[in-house]
């Protein structure tokens, strides 16, 4: 049993276990929204738990949940006001919407503590930043700065750390470490190992898909070789990386989309790269992503590119979801293969597209 497998199934003991959690959240509000609705969600799984109507100002909602968890306060979903709460034992809350930002209490509590969290947050961001304006004053490089203010910086990073820990027994604490995952933890054992102290991680679905990236991310670093994945060339065939990359030639692979317009405006620089180094050394391969099929292809001819393609679909299985195997969270992205299929460079953008390229093609 390996150690994801471990950590999933301690998950699903803490839901066989979990303790039913009653709840009161009582709102006020401009009575501008007076008649409007006000819904109650569950921000981990979307689903309307309960919805009432603003009345004189007023609201409220009280219940009980199965476990722990994080509510969304939406009121009038279209143009209006939202605000997180979050629900541990017997929680009574408050919410003040009409004040910015929304101001949340609740006798002590997980939001309370959360507060807390922001202001102390907010205090060390603050001495931050005055020193590092005082240095700058002085004429200090950014360099020295940068130096400087690391203490301060890492006092920032202290306040959502101990938060995290100190509550690692209920939703807060799995609340932060979703916040401020990218933040502090750059490799997959670190975050993993954190996921598995802290209890309700399993419930953000966004956090265990960053620790899925930084998964993939260490498998497919500079220096790794490469991962294949398979899609649906131009002509409607079936296509892998491998049909590529690994083939004795330099491979840029270009990860674009028809919508994405920051593609669009760099496509023009990776056409131009391929028509300039083009040859039995060098290739380009775009890698369309969550694109529909006719869309890619229109896009292709639109676009004047005449080189391979490779056409991933939104719904493919894990093992073909080249964004996932690659963690490419943003398009356009470039990654440069070596002909034995090493990966060479990768997330470098347009400006730097001609020197990495020159750097190895000769």
Not at 251 to 259: E, G, H
Request: charged share 25%.
């Amino acid at each position: 049993m390996n150690r994801r497998t471990v950590i999933t199934f301690v998950f699903m003991l803490v839901s066989l276990f979990s303790v039913a959690q009653d709840y009161k959240i009582s709102g006020i509000v401009s009575t501008d929204y007076n008649d409007k609705p006000v819904y109650l969600i569950n921000k981990n799984g979307g689903d309307t738990i309960a919805h009432s109507t603003v009345v004189d100002g007023k609201f409220g909602f009280a219940g009980s949940l199965a476990d722990q968890a994080v509510l969304d306060v939406v009121v009038n979903r279209i143009k209006g006001l939202a605000a997180t709460v979050l629900v541990g034992e017997d929680t009574d809350a408050s919410v003040n919407m009409t004040v910015r930002p929304v101001a949340i209490s609740d006798n002590g509590g997980l939001n309370d503590k959360l507060a807390e969290m922001y202001a102390g947050v907010i205090m060390a961001s603050r001495e931050s930043n005055a020193l590092g304006a005082k240095l700058r004053e002085e004429g200090k490089s950014e360099e020295e700065v940068a130096v400087a203010t690391n203490a301060a910086r890492s006092a920032l990073h202290d306040v959502y750390r101990n938060t995290i820990s100190d509550n690692r027994d209920n939703i807060l604490g799995a609340f932060v470490l979703n916040m401020v995952a990218r933040d502090l933890y750059a490799s997959y054992e670190a975050l993993d190992a954190k996921m598995a102290e802290v209890k309700y991680s399993a419930a953000f679905a966004s956090l265990d898909k960053f620790r899925t990236g930084l998964y993939y991310a260490g498998m497919t670093g500079p220096g790794k070789m490469f991962v294949d994945f398979a899609g649906l060339s131009l002509d409607g065939q079936a296509s892998k990386l491998s049909d590529y990359v690994g083939k004795g030639k330099y491979v840029l692979v270009d990860f674009w989309a028809s919508w994405c317009n920051p593609c669009r405006k760099e496509m023009p620089n990776i056409i131009e790269a391929n028509a300039k180094y083009a040859s039995d050394k060098f290739m380009v391969v775009g890698v369309n992503i969550g694109d529909v099929y006719d869309k890619f292809k229109a896009a292709v001819e639109e676009l004047g590119i005449g080189y391979a393609q490779i056409s991933v679909p939104k719904d493919c299985k894990e093992a073909d979801n080249a964004t996932v195997l690659y963690n490419v969270e943003t398009i356009p992205y470039l990654i440069l293969f070596a002909p034995d299929g090493t990966i060479l460079e990768r997330g470098f953008h347009g400006n730097e597209l001609s020197d990495k390229i020159e750097l190895y093609v000769k």
